[in-house]
């Protein structure tokens, strides 16, 4: 063999949660599938619900993202934990501070304070707000468009 010949060795292929291996930068054929055997692999997605209180806006608002979620995920790959704070800004950060305990993988906020209280209870958990005017005022940020 020349040395100006590259060999090229490819990477042998591995067995993993999914089956058969991917090579760097290849993509799955069905995404879907290969999101719902990862999460069956890991364990079902812990999410975590505070909403403020019950109103037909923020109830609409929990069911279309429990539906969302559940329509892309599958049923069994998804755990949620729906709490109503009943219009009690303490008893938004007591359930946010559960749901920090119980190591959730996301926590949705219905409401400002909702969304106040999940901020002030954890920087690690991603923090999904909806139902909030001002998101830049409700969490004190400067400068925020």
Known sequence: MSSNQEVRHQQPRRRGPMGRGMQPGEKPKDLKKSIKQLMQYIGKYKIGIVQLVE???????????????????GE??????????????????????????????????????????????????PILGTSVTEYGVALGLENFN
């Open 55 to 73: 109103h037909p806006a923020l109830d609409a608002a929990t069911e279309g993202f429990k539906k969302a979620i559940i329509d892309e995920l």
């Open 76 to 125: 069994d790959a998804v755990e949620i934990d729906y709490q109503n704070a009943q219009n009690d800004a303490n008893t938004c950060s007591t359930i946010a501070n559960q749901f920090v305990s119980n190591k959730v993988d996301l926590i949705m906020a219905n409401a400002t304070p909702a969304l106040q209280a999940a901020a002030a209870a954890t920087a690690e958990i």
